[in-house]
């Protein structure tokens, strides 16, 4: 899995949605095991084990015009290595592939774009 794929992939999002300015995003890619104690720790309930799961950085919430360190925090993106892999090969995808779309669906949800 290419790290500058993943980059260039989530720049071309952000520049797409009119976030120009310098914008930080972490991503995570976890096991199980991880992605299982994150879900039960900020969702609160044991579910089905999640591809992915974005958690927004509170300032990026307020939408500053001018960030203090002028770096627009969007928050972390967790992608479950496991899940992303057994996903890929049920739809006959690569596993980067996958892996990107899982974190593009995350960025949306650091973006305040949600499920329909």
Do not use: Q, W
């Not at 799961?53 to 360190?69: G, W």
């Amino acid at each position: 899995m290419s790290a500058s794929k993943i980059k260039r992939s989530l720049r071309e999002l952000l520049l797409k949605e009119g976030i120009v300015s310098n914008a930080d995003v972490n991503v995570l890619i976890v096991g199980k095991n991880r992605m299982e104690r994150l879900g039960r720790k900020y969702l609160h309930k044991n579910e089905p084990l999640h591809n992915v799961l974005s958690f927004v950085e509170e300032e990026a919430l307020k939408r500053f015009v001018n960030p203090p360190d002028d770096i627009l925090h969007l928050g972390d993106i967790a992608v479950c290595f496991p899940v992303a892999v057994k996903e890929a090969g049920d739809e006959g995808v690569l596993v980067e592939e996958k892996v990107i779309e899982l974190l593009t669906h995350g960025a949306y949800h650091l973006l305040g774009k949600h499920h329909n």
